[in-house]
């Protein structure tokens, strides 16, 4: 009678943790059944490298400051090869990960707010240099 409750109910609560509250292995657990994936289509579908990466905190903020150096004109652009300066561009991104910065005070790992912070002061250093002498292009 419970079970016929719980299957009118919609969803049934079951413990797949392969370990015990002690610490031992369960062994009354069985494999869960392998879900096929949703299909796609072809276009939309990301490239094989870029479906094996995962986004952390860290590799977002390399991305930002990887443009911001090919803005200052530090790294060739990816798609053209050719190095150019937008120090307004630059200096966009630098206020950006400022910004996020002040938001996440004291919500980061050390090592992710070491991170962040030695970007960003490498970042400024090199954008107040290129800005005072006056190499815009």
């Known amino acids: 009678m419970s079970e016929e409750k719980d299957e009118r109910r919609g969803f049934r609560v079951t413990d797949r943790r392969r370990f015990a ?25 990301p490239t094989e490298t870029a479906a094996q990466e995962v986004v952390t ?10 443009q911001a150096l090919s803005l200052l004109g530090e790294i060739p652009d990816p798609h053209t090869g050719q190095v150019a300066r937008d120090l307004g ?39 107040v240099e290129l800005a005072r002498s006056g190499k815009e292009s």
């Open 89 to 127: 561009g630059a200096k966009q991104l630098i206020d950006i990960l400022g910004i996020l910065r002040e938001k996440t005070r004291n919500n980061l790992a050390h090592g992710e707010e070491t991170l962040l912070d030695s970007i960003l002061y490498d970042l400024r250093m090199r954008y």
């Open 57 to 66: 905190f860290s590799t977002f903020v390399l991305g930002l400051s990887t």
């Open 21 to 45: 509250e002690t610490g031992e292995a369960r062994t009354d657990t069985q494999p869960e059944p392998a879900r096929p994936a949703p299909e796609t289509p072809q276009s939309s579908r």
